[in-house]
């Protein structure tokens, strides 16, 4: 199979398994928690969710290390261009490559930089990990589907951090000239993990907020559950898009969030409406926040006479 049938394929999936989730649900509830959603909810919510991203996109800059070649505001809007990346029915791992890809043009320091965007994937998904976790215990461990998701991420950690031990331990021993770069970020890691724990507790804070964000989102067309149903609920649902099952993860996140919520209270009917308006807040913060940053980052606001840009 080419890659154009695989990506079809994809986004077919993720067609069939939200319209499966729409139409086993009652349609009256579905259509009641819609007329429900507010414009100010979904602006506000849009304008967090740039937010959020910009201290992310600051996060994954502060990984690099003051040496490193790459300005802030480039990875301000390297970070932007990979959202819109996570678009594309590659998901995450091609926003993942569409933002190094940005940060790398112009930079000669590439294999750091592809380092510290694994290493700032890890970071998020323990993030993830413990937000969920406190959840988790928050409700007492009631939800069997939710413990599996978690096991996966659990198990998903680890091996991200053994992948990076493993290649650690064979930079150390390569005269590779090419992974010169490579080795001395993770020297930079591993003399400063400050460097990692600061991440780690920006990327808690970041995904705490996004958390609450969805909460407030849910809670306007309908949703009635507890704030520590949603630290469980989002964080396993986000895992559950990081399967490759659909587009980007859409269908599979509602559905999984349908599914997680509802022994804590989430009707489904508001939850799927919920999930969608989420979707039209990551899409509309993805594309809103790439095209305001990339001209305030690449155009001047004005042209003094006489000085040349830069």
């Not at 993720?14 to 259509?31: F, K, M, Q, T, W």
């Not at 590779?176 to 990692?196: C, E, K, T």
């Not at 396993?236 to 997680?260: C, D, H, M, N, S």
């Not at 919520?261 to 913060?285: E, K």
């Amino acid at each position: 199979m080419n890659r154009t049938a695989a990506r079809a394929l994809r986004v077919g999936a993720s067609i069939v398994l939200l319209g499966a989730v729409i139409a086993v649900l009652p349609r009256d509830e579905l259509v009641a928690a819609f007329r429900q959603a507010s414009l100010r909810v979904l602006g506000l919510a849009t304008m967090l969710f740039v937010l959020c991203h910009v201290a992310a996109a600051c996060k994954w800059r502060m990984l690099m290390g003051r040496s490193t070649d790459v300005p802030w505001s480039k990875a301000v809007r390297a970070h932007f261009t990979g959202l819109v990346g996570n678009l594309s029915p590659l998901g995450m791992i091609g926003g993942d490559l569409v933002r190094a890809g940005v940060a790398i043009n112009g930079s000669k320091q590439s294999s750091a930089i592809m380092l510290t965007s694994v290493v700032d994937r890890i970071v998020d998904t323990a993030a993830l990990m413990i937000v969920s976790l406190v959840g988790f215990a928050w409700i007492g461990g009631r939800s069997a589907t939710a413990g599996i998701v978690l096991l996966a991420g659990f198990v998903v950690s680890v091996g991200g951090i053994g992948v990076l031990l493993a290649a650690n331990a064979v930079l150390k021993r390569t005269q590779n000239v090419r992974l010169a770069g490579m080795r001395s970020a993770f020297d930079l890691l591993v003399q400063h993990p400050g460097l990692i724990a600061g991440a780690l507790l920006m990327s808690v804070t970041i995904q705490g907020t996004l958390i609450a964000v969805n909460a407030y989102v849910g809670a306007s067309v309908g949703v009635d559950t507890s704030f520590a149903a949603w630290l469980l609920a989002w964080p396993a649902a986000k895992f559950a898009g990081y399967l490759p099952i659909g587009f980007g993860g859409f269908g599979v996140r509602e559905t999984a969030l349908v599914g997680l919520l509802a022994p804590f209270g989430g009707a489904p009917g508001p939850v799927l409406a919920a999930g969608v308006l989420w979707d039209a807040v990551l899409i509309l913060g993805s594309l809103g926040g790439w095209l305001l940053l990339s001209v305030l980052f690449t155009a001047p606001l004005y042209t003094v006479p006489g000085v040349q840009k830069t």
